[in-house]
């Protein structure tokens, strides 16, 4: 059993998911930073001060309005749609860049599948029955 998880293991594809998902978490953890670091800060200031992180609707009564996220969530039950706007974001970022990324693959698969595929050599036995055979057309012309 040990042989084959080993076998199972150390397969090819398996490694390369191990990989992608390793990949996967560290570029989602700068997808997210650049959203909450970078777009949401730019986007603040453009719309004078807007921050979507604080910004959510109080469903108990014993939430207080004008409170920070985190400080009212504490309190009681909330919708953090602007945690969502920010998660929507980060989504729509990372999928933009697969779509780049697949595409790009695709485009070299095409080159890939587009090259001339090289000519094979004749064999020099080949090569030399056709010589005879040239010869001989040519003796026994007209």
């Known amino acids: 059993m040990l042989e084959e998880f080993k076998t199972f293991a150390l397969r ?16 989602g953890s700068i997808v997210t930073s650049a959203v909450q670091d ?19 609707l109080p469903l108990s009564s014993s939430v207080q309005k004008g409170m920070a996220y985190a400080d009212a969530k504490k309190q009681g039950a909330v919708i ?26 695709k485009r070299l698969q095409t080159r890939e599948e587009a090259k001339p595929e090289a000519v094979a050599e004749v064999p020099a036995d080949v090569r030399l ?7 001989l057309a040519t003796r026994s012309g007209p």
């Open 80 to 105: 953090g749609y602007g945690q969502f706007v920010t998660v929507a974001l980060n989504f729509v970022i990372v999928a933009f860049v697969l779509f780049l990324v697949i595409r790009a693959m």
């Open 129 to 135: 029955l056709g010589e005879i055979r040239d010869i």
């Open 12 to 27: 090819g594809n398996v490694v390369d998911l191990a990989v992608g998902v390793i990949i996967g978490a560290a570029f």
């Open 38 to 56: 970078v777009f949401m800060p730019i986007i603040g200031a453009v719309t004078d001060g807007l921050d979507f992180s604080n910004y959510y």
